[in-house]
T-cell receptor, first 112, second 115 residues
Framework: AQSVTQLGSHVSVSEGALVLLRCNYS??????LFWYVQYPNQGLQLLLK??????LVKGINGFEAEFKKSETSFHLTKPSAHMSDAAEYFC??????????FGKGTRLHILP | DTGVSQDPRHKITKRGQNVTFRCDPI?????LYWYRQTLGQGPEFLTY????????KSRLLSDRFSAERPKGSFSTLEIQRTEQGDSAMYLC?????????????FGPGTRLTVT
């Protein structure tokens, strides 16, 4: 079985500051891991995915995430926050059954 | 590639009424998924199809819920005798079996409000 825990339901950062959104996973099989972003009243857009290749994964909009098996973590980072990054972010995991299990989400607020 | 589309985008209904939502996946995608997202939560898996076959249903999918995917193209999700607890965003996603891992592409969702 798989599960995801996102630490912090709300995170606020200043424009230009580092963004760090935390995600820890649990999986009984080698996982595939994802980060999705959701803007208000919209569906989910894939930011990046880990597919058991490189542990540092680069995604769209300057985001990246690092898979750390020893820490069962897949934290999302961006060096410099933009106002347009304000949204809800979901970490997700899937095993081999292709069913995605989502975390509860972290709402990112960007302070001017 | 026009993406996954869902119709309607918003639906307001009175308790006890039946509602039906439609999802049109990306044309070459043979897998189609339904998720439900309530306020402040991540999406929760409801069911999925491979072509026209419904392969798995979550225990969240009560007897009042039924999903179909005739001919392996679009899908419908029907909720009978709606309850206020059914108020949520219903998301559809599609993926292709080839070239895994299976990346799911999401539609914009249908927001259901039961009054």
């Amino acid at each position: 079985a798989q599960s995801v825990t996102q630490l912090g339901s709300h995170v606020s950062v200043s424009e230009g500051a580092l963004v760090l959104l935390r995600c820890n996973y649990s999986s009984s099989v080698p996982p595939y891991l994802f980060w999705y972003v959701q803007y208000p009243n919209q569906g989910l857009q894939l930011l990046l995915k880990y597919t058991s290749a490189a542990t540092l994964v680069k995604g769209i909009n300057g985001f990246e995430a690092e898979f750390k098996k020893s820490e069962t973590s897949f934290h999302l980072t961006k060096p410099s926050a933009h106002m347009s990054d304000a949204a809800e972010y979901f970490c997700a995991v899937t095993g081999r059954d292709d069913k995605i299990i989502f975390g509860k989400g972290t709402r990112l607020h960007i302070l001017p | 590639d026009t993406g996954v589309s869902q119709d309607p985008r918003h639906k307001i209904t009175k308790r006890g009424q039946n509602v039906t939502f439609r999802c049109d996946p990306i044309s070459e995608h043979n897998r189609l998924y339904w998720y439900r997202q309530t306020l402040g939560q991540g999406p929760e898996f409801l069911t999925y199809f491979q072509n026209e076959a419904q392969l798995e249903k979550s225990r969240l999918l009560s007897d009042r819920f039924s999903a179909e995917r005739p001919k392996g193209s679009f899908s419908t999700l029907e909720i009978q005798r709606t309850e206020q607890g059914d108020s949520a965003m219903y998301l559809c996603a599609s993926s292709t079996l080839s070239g895994g891992p299976y990346e799911q592409y999401f539609g914009p969702g249908t927001r259901l409000t039961v009054t």
